[in-house]
């Protein structure tokens, strides 16, 4: 793998350039190979993986293999689609090349997904041949380049070999006194960061392999064996290695990023939020009816990610889609570690620091918890749309930035980002034609997927017009046009999510959500999930605050600054469903990680003392992640018992029916069929709420009068019941009923005769009221 520079300065400051020697300054100028493009045998690689998947696909359906299919064709269309299209771009970094090439494909169907879509013109197999072919043109075009050029390299190779054949042969069997140093240096350049990354993933995946389960109170580590813990002891390991010693830690950066909803995706093989189960219901709807159904909600109006999922659902032939949503945070979150990578070589001059910028955000996330939903790929989209724009083209000679920069005083504490010592020349500020139109694609494809998404970027992208790093000046009207445009055509559904008096009432807008009812105290787990991801974030903040404090205070410094501020703009105008902070600290966080990767570090630290505190920094943001996002998995994760009662529930239930959820909502995976706008959820708070709990409490007396509350309260053509052990965790976690009681009321209704079971499973059962009327009286 090619060397990178450290995310940390090396003890030896020389090490990069042999005439820093001489230097009193110990200031670092990145290596040469540390922005080498991909070479041509890797481009061919990438094209052959391509030419495999769509070996795989042709063969899926010559062959009626519905397993080939159902694998293939999700990898072609939402990652690899757009792999041939880079490939005739110019070269670039391995990471920039993945990046533009997942982002491409992801923005190509989602784009010809809602076109099918919203026009009604469903033609998912019609249009995966047209995409295939043109793939294949464009496709041969890039492998028979590619293989000219790397034997073009090749011939050159062994030219250059030959000339300096006759050089060797005079020096063969002189003393080298270097020779044990390069012996050295060899050896310090092994492979050991990929080996030690592939060892750790391989150790996770057959861990989780080995505990597949549903969830439980302790959550994903309580389930895992020592080989999982050993594994990410390898993988946190292999990072603060490569990022004190100068090697690239992009792999183990990006597998860390990904690996806890990895393992969880292979242990509960069901979404991770409840809520996806409501998504998976707009794209069964879109695949039954043809096209969305305008006007009906506010998910068929924003379904640009739900449209493309729908076509490549079509194509693959994928009954439920639960997989995809299962999954897709697995694809989703390293590709928000690398975007932000990209993101912040913006503004930092050495990979390492932007690597380690770009994985800090991505390990802050689980405030947001990334799973199968529009907001995850809106994100995606963002950084990419704010790399394009910061990212235009740089002069190949001094800037005047450059040449008036100060020198390091000796002994001065200088950070690899700081533009004052950088010998990278800053970006001209101009953004070219063909990154206008790609941030018009992007922009586009924001636009039909999120509501908010565009207008956090826009205020992020006019922070940087106003201090001229962006030009031209209209370039996010690239973005929030599109917005409102789509936002005007689909006005009618906005009128519950527009609040005027909301607007400017910044400090309710501010506040998480509320749990109105609930009589317990919440466990220290629930506060801990929360707090922790939040203290961390607080502290990235301080870091980014001490970074420009140090700093010389120039324009990039004061926009980054600002930019972390324009979130803010949105709890301004709304509370987003009392959800707002958490948006705010998303489109936070990326420039406050980039502000404090900035932060200096001491010059003349050992090497072991430098690997130390690394790791030390390590280990706190990834036991935060991990616990962050699995420790409420027993009431957040949509077991998979209680997703198959839900769906027997739509599957089996005529129009015009109810269930009667004896808990929260927010814990059902409800409305996940085409029938979802046909049927009713009924929570407990709407029948009046919950009954005492304690040791007082009888489970029969409440059951009998929910029963009673629903058939006289709730008209409906058919009456059901669900009992899952996800809602009795979801009531005990959030206070209001302990797990005990619900466990007893469960018991309740199963010694109800009125109650015939439909689907029953280990922790979930679906009961049917046999006589509605009986119970009415």
């Given amino acids: 793998m090619t060397r990178a520079d450290s995310a940390l300065t090396s003890a030896r400051p020389d090490s990069a350039i042999p005439d820093l020697v001489s230097r009193s300054e110990p200031t670092l100028v990145p290596t040469r190979d540390a922005y080498t493009v991909m070479s041509p045998a890797w481009r061919l690689a990438a094209a052959g993986l391509v030419w495999l998947t769509l070996l795989v696909i042709g063969l899926g359906f010559a062959t009626q293999a519905s397993i080939l299919r159902e694998a293939a064709v999700p990898v072609f269309l939402l990652l690899e689609l757009g792999i041939a299209p880079t490939l005739l771009a110019a070269p670039m970094r391995a990471s920039r090349f993945t990046l533009v090439a997942v982002v491409t494909s992801l923005a190509s169907t989602v784009l010809i997904g809602s076109a099918m879509s919203r026009t009604h013109v469903w033609q998912p197999a019609e249009l995966m041949t047209t995409v295939t072919m043109v793939t294949i043109v464009l496709l041969t075009t890039a492998t028979v380049r590619e293989a000219m050029t790397l034997g073009l390299d090749r011939a050159a190779r062994l030219d250059a070999a030959a000339r300096s054949s006759a050089t060797v042969d005079q020096v063969e069997g002189s ?3 270097d020779a044990e140093e390069a012996r050295l240096v060899a050896l310090r350049r092994r492979p050991w960061v990929p080996i030690a990354t592939a060892v750790g993933l391989v150790l996770v ?5 080995l505990v597949r389960s549903d969830p439980t109170p302790g959550g994903l580590v309580s389930l895992e064996g020592p080989g999982w813990f050993v594994g990410m002891a390898l993988l946190v390991a292999a990072a603060a290695f490569a990022l004190a010693t100068h090697r690239s830690p992009a792999l183990p950066l990006t597998v860390l990023s990904g690996v806890v909803v990895l393992s969880q995706a292979i242990v509960y093989g069901t ?17 039954v009816n043809g096209g969305v159904t305008l006007g009906q909600d506010i998910f068929q109006s924003w379904a640009g990610l739900f449209s493309g999922v729908a076509w490549v659902a079509d194509v693959a032939g994928i009954r439920d889609v639960m997989v995809i949503a299962t999954w897709w945070p697995v694809m989703i979150t390293p590709m928000i570690a690398i975007a932000a990578t990209v993101l912040a070589r913006r503004f930092l001059a050495h990979d390492g620091r932007a690597w380690f910028a770009g994985s800090l955000f991505a390990l802050t996330l689980t405030l947001n918890t990334i799973y199968f939903s529009p907001q995850s790929l809106g994100i995606v989209l963002a950084l990419c749309i704010l790399a394009l724009a910061l990212g235009a083209g740089r002069p190949s000679g001094p800037t005047s930035f450059a040449a008036t920069s100060r020198a390091a005083a000796p002994g001065e504490l200088i950070a690899d980002g700081d533009p004052a010592h950088s010998a990278r020349p800053r970006a001209s500020g101009v953004v070219g034609w063909w990154r206008l139109g790609a941030i018009l694609a992007l922009g586009c494809t924001l636009a039909i997927t999120h509501q908010i998404s565009p207008y956090l970027t826009t205020a992020a992208l006019g922070v940087f017009v106003v201090f001229r790093l962006v030009r031209p000046w209209w370039t996010p009207v690239l973005v929030v046009g599109p917005a409102l445009l789509w936002a005007a055509a689909n006005r009618s559904v906005l009128g519950t999510f527009i609040t005027p008096a909301a607007a400017g009432n910044v400090l309710d807008n501010a506040a998480p959500p509320v749990h109105d009812g609930a009589t317990l105290a919440k466990p220290l787990v629930n506060t801990l999930a929360f707090g922790l991801p939040a203290a961390v974030l607080v502290l990235v903040g301080v870091a980014a605050l001490a970074a420009f404090l140090v ?13 972390a501020a324009s979130p803010v703009s949105l709890i301004v105008a709304t509370n987003y469903g009392a959800e707002g902070i958490f948006r705010v600290t998303l489109f ?4 406050l990680c980039i502000l404090a990767a900035m932060l200096p570090w001491p010059q003349r630290l050992t090497r072991r003392a430098t690997t130390t505190a690394v790791a030390a920094v390590l280990v706190v943001v990834v036991g935060v992640n991990v616990y962050g996002n699995t420790a ?15 769906l027997a529930f739509e599957t089996e239930a005529p129009a015009g029916s109810a269930l009667l959820v004896p808990g929260n909502g927010n814990a059902t995976p409800g409305a996940r069929t085409a029938k979802y706008s046909e049927l009713q959820y009924v929570p407990r708070d709407s029948l009046g709420g919950y009954a005492d709990t304690g040791p007082g409490y009888d489970a029969e007396a409440d059951e009998r009068e929910l029963t009673r509350e629903f058939a006289l309260g709730w008209e409906a053509t058919d009456y059901y019941v669900i009992v899952s052990d996800v809602l009795g965790a979801y009531d005990e976690r959030y206070g209001f ?6 466990e007893r009321l469960g018991r309740a209704f199963a010694g109800d005769v009125r109650w015939q079971v439909v689907y029953t499973s280990p922790t979930a059962t679906l009961y049917r009221l046999t006589d509605p009327a009986a119970v009415r009286g």
């Fill in 632 to 646: 409420l998995d027993w009431n957040r994760v949509a077991s998979a018992d209680t997703t198959r009662a839900t």
């Fill in 551 to 563: 700093h010389r205070k120039g324009r990039q410094q004061w926009a980054l600054v600002l930019a």
């Fill in 588 to 591: 936070a966080a990326p420039w």
């Fill in 175 to 177: 003393a080298d006194p």
């Fill in 271 to 287: 979404p991770t939020m409840v809520s996806a189960a409501r998504h998976v219901g707009i794209i069964d709807s879109i695949r």
């Fill in 737 to 742: 009923q302990s797990y005990a009681d619900y």
């Fill in 205 to 209: 995946i057959a861990s989780s392999l």
